[in-house]
């Protein structure tokens, strides 16, 4: 039964209460006038101890703090209270319904009818009390009608019989239409699940109980991964499908105790059991989620496909930390994000490391949205050589400079400009000041052969991005030094849109403007970009420079990665070069264009103006 309809059986106890004490005094004078006043009085101490039983058990209902054990335990009770007060009732009928002298028994048999209306009214949410209750008051009626052995006591049996025939039939069609409408209040149409209101409910219900126990539980926000992928390429239909079948084995793999439910979308929350001990409730909460992530992952057979999907988990323990019922669930949220952004397929666990990344976050975004006003942006360039180690080339690279929280790395605040949008201004004005610079180091006889800049790629996605490049070039450079800009792209995020990027891309060829493949060998279609993509330059990842001593796979990766740009023709960058042991291999393997530590880190415009004509 669902423990909502506890609270409304809880105000049903009082009601009865009322019914039984009063119409019970009746019986009493009634007992007296006629003779039978001690089973009377009897009979009504019994009546007033059943009712302090049942009044206290209205007392100890407090369904926001108690468990789920505690609540069965007393629903248990309950049922007892209202069988013992109903067999009471039809005990005073069988005492008084052989008082036919005195016509005792006419009221009898009114109240014993009476009796079963209420029983079927009050107790309709609870089939396991209205059922032998009804049974409890009227068979006894109807054996009694039997027993007058006159044709008008067989005919008021079987209308008797009938009367409880009809009662329980209404008790169950209200039952029914109660649980019915319930459940759609509660539960998820598509799966069936628990809703989101639902699930507030218990939740808020659960943090009472831990806070007045001390006890822990957890919450799981499992996120399906690329479920839009699936929906978008194989239709809603499968999707739902696919919804219900994972809700399914979610369903198995939870006990009695888990509150599972689906907040919507591809989106379900757990919450668990209530444990005493804080470690073991982790362990515990961790190893479910990581038995029930094997689960989800088991392929579906969902006619005529064969799928895979996996899941990205939030974990958050619930103790009765002083925050607000909403913020449990916010921070699973954001531990189910960082395992999205751990690669998904994983459980993470919060922790309040992650609050203080939040704020971090919200701090740069908050920040850098007036870095440009206030000057605080600075470009450096990092000098890039040839293999007789003169100056050919540079990378510019972003710097911020902030008053309250200082310098920022790059790494860290280009992708919240790219969250925010704010990167196509930044971008805007990095690729003006680079295009300056080129132009003034031009007319100053610092001739370089290639100017690179990096460019993200929801700049490069940008409506204006074309427009805005052919102005600065028109602006400020004529054709030859067009062709010496590079356009950094980073591999890992191309996938967005190959074909646009493509048109793009050859729109911007056309000015004389190349491309860089940056950070190759650490994305996930390395290979693929380099046939579909028209680049001209791949830039080795620093990772694999760097650990090019450490074994010989790196530097098998290494020349492999040299043969493939010889082969496809595209000039070759390795970049973090920091000690003369890489410099040996990468000149033993033909590799054009050098950038690291080891020459110079990136530097200020004069700086490396000096370092420029120094080399030179
Ligand atoms: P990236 O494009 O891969 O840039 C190379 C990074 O490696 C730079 O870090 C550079 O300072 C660093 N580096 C160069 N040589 C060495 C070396 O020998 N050893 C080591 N350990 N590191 C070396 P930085 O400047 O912090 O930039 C980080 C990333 O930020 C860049 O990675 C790029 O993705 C992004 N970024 C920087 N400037 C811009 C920009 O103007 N626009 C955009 N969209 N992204 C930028
Ligand atoms: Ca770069
Ligand atoms: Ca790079």
Redesign the pocket.
Known sequence: MNHKFHSFLHQQILLMLGLSLVPGLGYIFLGWMNNIITPALIWYILVLMTSIWGYRLHKAFLYDTMTRHELDKWHQQLRWFFYTIFSLWTLIFLLYSSETDSKLHYIAIFTQLGASVVASTLLYSDKKLYTPIIIILMLPLTIYFAGIQQWYGYVLCFFAYIFMGVLLYSANSSNQLLLKTHFQATHDELTGLHNRKQFNDTLQKTINILKSSKYYSYLLLIDLDHFKIINDSLGHDIGDKLLIEVSKRMQNHISKEHTLARLGGDEFIIIGPEFTDRDECQKSATHFAEQLLKKIKASYIIPPHHLYISASIGLNLLSDKEIKVSSFVKEADIAMYEAKAAGRDGVIVFNDDFSKQIEKHLEIERLLHFALEKNEIELKF?PQQDQSQAIIGC????RWNNKKIGEI???DF?PIAEQTGY?IEL?LY?LEESIKTLLEWEEKGLILKQFS????MR?IFHHSFIKDVKTLCHKYLDHSLCTKIVF?L?ETIVAEDIKKLVAIMNELKKLGIKFSM??FGTGYSSLSYITQLPINELKID?SFV?NLNANEQNKAIVSSILNLAKTFELSIVA????TSEQIDFLAQNDCDIL????FS??VSGAEFEALFFKNK
């Open positions: 990092q990378e510019v690279l972003v790395s790059p790494v280009i990167i971008g990095i800049i990096n460019i993200s700049q950094e980073t940056d950070d620093r760097s970049e973090g070069v920091e950038q690291g530590y080891y880190r990136p």
